[in-house]
């Protein structure tokens, strides 16, 4: 395993959003969703655009309805993202969408990063930007279509049959589970590789020393990485 795969994986165990939320269109029709909270049981049934916009009123009751469940700290939800679950629900025909995750504060996050593979340290979640949702059929067809409208990133967790969707830039990921015990060979095949100076540095191959950060980032990757492969 050479430096380049190693900073690739580097990067994966450091996900970021460097980049401003992307506008998408607004638009100019009323707009209305049903959705149910998996965690909370509470239930939105209304309509939260119409043609002048969103609806202060509404979308102040959606920033309760999707507010962090484990803190009960809420913030506005973008209307770009609820849009984005609106057009993807028209078009695949459905009615109803369960929400398993809105809102997120930056300590639930780090929290669930900790513990969870695959959620970013600086998720679109904090910002009020994604809803990770689950629909009662057709959620493959949901995805793809999702993908198709490039309107954000799409997240596809096939083993828990959900799907991510934000208003962020467009970008799609799939966790599927199939590929964690491979990831763990890798990176054990790169621990083997890494050596310790004699001044103590951690070292891989002939390059420079890796900093704080990169061993940190090396051990949370691999902890990670064993944290799922023991929990699927």
């Excluded at 995750?101 to 300590?107: D, K, N, Q, V």
């Excluded at 067809?141 to 967790?157: L, N, Q």
Aim: no cysteine.
């Amino acid at each position: 395993m050479d430096r380049r795969l190693f900073l690739a994986l580097l990067g994966g165990a450091l996900a970021t959003n460097p980049f401003p939320a992307k506008a998408a269109p607004s638009p100019v029709t009323p707009r209305r969703l049903r959705l149910v909270n998996a965690h909370t049981g509470e239930t939105f049934d209304g309509t939260y655009r119409d043609g002048n916009g969103p609806i202060e009123t509404v979308m102040d009751e959606l920033a309760v309805f999707l507010r962090d469940f484990h803190s009960g700290e809420k913030r506005p939800i973008d209307p770009a993202v609820l849009d984005f679950l609106g057009d993807v629900m028209d078009a695949t025909g459905q009615s109803r969408a369960t929400v398993l995750s809105a809102y997120r504060t930056r300590e639930t996050n780090q929290m669930l990063a900790r513990t969870t593979f695959g959620v970013a340290d600086n998720s679109q979640h904090i910002y009020g930007r994604a809803l990770d949702i689950s629909l009662s059929d057709k959620i493959e067809d949901a995805m793809e279509t999702a993908r198709k409208m490039k309107r954000g990133g799409v997240g596809w967790y096939p083993q828990s049959r959900f799907i991510h969707l934000d208003s962020g830039p467009v970008r799609n990921w799939t966790l599927d589970g199939r590929n964690f015990d491979h990831m763990i060979v890798d990176l054990k095949a790169l621990v083997a590789k890494l050596r310790i100076s004699p001044q103590g540095q951690l070292l891989v191959g002939h390059h420079k020393p890796l900093n704080v950060a990169q061993r940190l980032a090396l051990h949370r990757v691999i902890a990670k990485a064993e944290f799922v492969a023991s929990h699927h």
